[in-house]
């Protein structure tokens, strides 16, 4: 007897669409509406391709995961709180000759967080260490890493409000669940004591536990000054520098390099002082 060939594409068409409506069932199951646009998308390349169903499965599951892995990366860098989008691959290396691009590059895997080391950007203004620490601390939250940006003064404000409210060691405690903190900017402005001994501690806390990137316009002998107490700043230096890199960057600034102004005075300070 002869097969109908308008009834025999029925169940065909059927089961698509049952099947179709399951997937999408199951993937707002998972909260992964991904897998549903995916499965519908790669279905005719795996059926063209004769994919295995391992294949397909992988390929589905890859799409999904890729995506989370962007939009986690994503909330991750909001959440920072840098003051602007700097990336890594945009850093002008030309302008700071000395760095060694393979230095840059394997900092930028983010393994150092891994090791619970820290990283140290000294020079003079202008010369892109900011650029550098959030390039870095954007590729650490595309790594998976938790990261928060401030200023060394930012920071000390909120250790003080910490320590006001009786929370300091809650705060320390819970800073040390981000797997980098960056501190822009140690050396602009002097520390009170008080604030010092804070500063301290921040540092102190994550020695061998969670990573620091700082910043600052000073070499570290100058650092005394800034904190008020040579054995406090050689006892956080000690903490700072035991498991770290620390790259100089030179030269003028990179802001003023068509303004005519060839060294800024701060800049001719730190110089000699190096």
Do not use: C
């Not at 870095?136 to 595309?142: P, T």
Request: net charge neutral.
């Amino acid at each position: 007897m002869a097969t109908n060939p308008a009834t025999s594409t029925t169940p065909t068409t059927t089961v698509t669409k049952d099947t179709a409506k399951q997937i999408e069932y199951l993937s707002r199951a998972l909260k992964a509406p991904r897998i549903r646009e995916a499965a519908a998308r790669l279905g005719d390349q795996a059926r063209d391709a004769s994919w295995t169903h391992e294949e397909y499965l992988a390929a589905v599951l890859s799409r999904e995961v890729s995506a989370r892995e962007g939009s986690g990366a994503e909330l991750r860098i909001r959440a920072a709180g840098f003051p602007g989008r700097k990336s890594l691959e945009d850093f002008n290396l030309d302008h700071q000759p000395a760095l060694k691009r393979d230095t840059i590059a394997h900092l930028g895997t983010a393994t150092f967080i891994d090791a619970a080391q820290n990283l140290v950007l000294l020079g003079p203004p202008g010369t892109g260490k900011t650029h550098l620490a959030i390039g870095l601390g954007i590729k650490a939250a595309h790594a998976g890493h938790r990261v928060l940006f401030a200023t060394a003064t930012e920071w000390v404000t909120r250790l003080q409000h910490a320590h006001a409210t009786g929370r300091l060691s809650h705060e320390l405690a819970r800073l040390r669940r981000y797997g980098l903190i960056v501190v822009d900017e140690v050396g602009y402005i002097p520390f009170e004591q008080d604030a010092a001994n804070l500063f301290f501690q921040l540092v102190s806390s994550r020695y061998e536990h969670a990573s620091l990137i700082l910043t600052s316009n000073l070499p570290f002998a100058r650092w005394g000054d800034v904190f008020g107490d040579q054995v406090v700043a050689a006892a956080m230096i000690d903490r700072i520098v035991h498991h770290a890199d620390v790259l100089t960057l030179k030269g003028s600034s990179y802001r003023l390099k068509d303004s005519g102004i060839d060294t800024l005075p701060s800049a001719r300070a730190e110089n000699t002082a190096q």
